[in-house]
């Protein structure tokens, strides 16, 4: 390993995407800095830039390939790589001046063309490089991504096609990372992947070790040992498989943090057919209810696609009805746009665009009362809240029921001495239909 001098070879870095893609730049940022580059903040320091790019639905490509153009623009020398540069074609198209175009997850197809074409300094040295990595992320959360790619085939997704069957990534190797992210100061573990609920059904749930014990790559185990590490937990993008219901008991002894990302899709058994959704039929309702039963501060955070090719008026209003069923605490909604080579696209009955917006804004306005109510109901309560910010303005932290950069925020009065990273008391004082107001205690 090498350390960076002021004269080392130059990498500038454009993240773009979902945390997903997030994880995979500061995986080639780790590598790029344990060999001896050094990172640029900007175009102009670098002699080369990668640009890790998002290809899920088109707005997401247009940003990518604009991206591309501005790197090339303001700098020259550009690698691509991420869900874009798993289509090629698509990207020389645009941009055939690129030095390589890498597909999602290829760390050495990054790094082997980054040697190409900037070749490594020569300085053995010891590693500047922290055992937790390069986290682009605030020091106190870090995602933590458990596998890559999906066995499912949902018909609106390209993902599988671009990023390939689920392969999970080893048991230990999971909890080691978490470990060491925790001992570097990290308070909440995101754990992250495209299906999280699946975690080891590629590897047969096989046993690794972790501080000496076996473990089967099972997501309750995962669950558990990561519980054991002392931080928040976070589970998102979980399907609701039947073993599902076994970690709501880890959420209701307080062993994980009580909050599920969810993405449901619809609620018309209908569409979700049509959308070849993974456990689409699983009695969602009850289960719903049950968990609630079991844990009563679950929070639940779904997405939702309204316009679906087929989407009749009936199945539109279903939807909405089992808005009202569930409750949910956070919701996300698009109106169905499609994705080239997806297979959605040869559907029949395209829902017009003028009808989906409609649907669109009706839906988010029948949930921003439920969203609304549910938030309210926790004024006067007293709640843990983890610190992100301390500034002139006060404090910003988030609550369990909160994600970073997706779920809402808690501001808080009084507890001037607290840190970022600090997890504190607060007594809830008010609420919008995203934020909170608390007092600290
Ligand atoms: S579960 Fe469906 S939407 Fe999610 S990545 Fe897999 S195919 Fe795509």
Redo the contacts with the bound molecule.
Sequence with gaps: MSKATPSSPTVGFVSLGCPKALVDSERILTQLRAEGYAISPSYDGADLVVVNTCGFIDAAVEESLEAIGEALDENGRVIVTGCLGGDETRVREAHPEVLAVTGPHAYEAVMSEVHRHLPAPHDPYASLVPPQGIKLTPRHYAYLKISE??????S?????SL?GDLVSRPIGEVLAEAENLVNAGVQELLVIS??TSAYGVDVRYRTGFWRGRPLKSHVQTLAEALGELGVWVRLH?V?PYPHVDALIPLMAEGRILPYLDM?L?HGSPRILKA????AASERMLERIHDWRAQCPDLTLRSTFIVGFPGETDEDFESLLEFLDEAQLDRVGAFAYSPVSGAAANELPDAVPEALKQERLERFMAHQAVISAQRLRARVGREIEVLVDEVGADGIVARSAADAPEIDGLVYIEGAADARPGERIRVTVTDTDEHDLWARAD
Excluded at 156 to 160: D, G, K, Q, V, W
Excluded at 275 to 278: D, I, K, L, V
């Design positions: 790619g999906c066995n499912h085939r949902c609106f997704c390209i993902i599988p990023r495209q299906d993008y399907y993405p899709q959308m070849r959704r993974p």
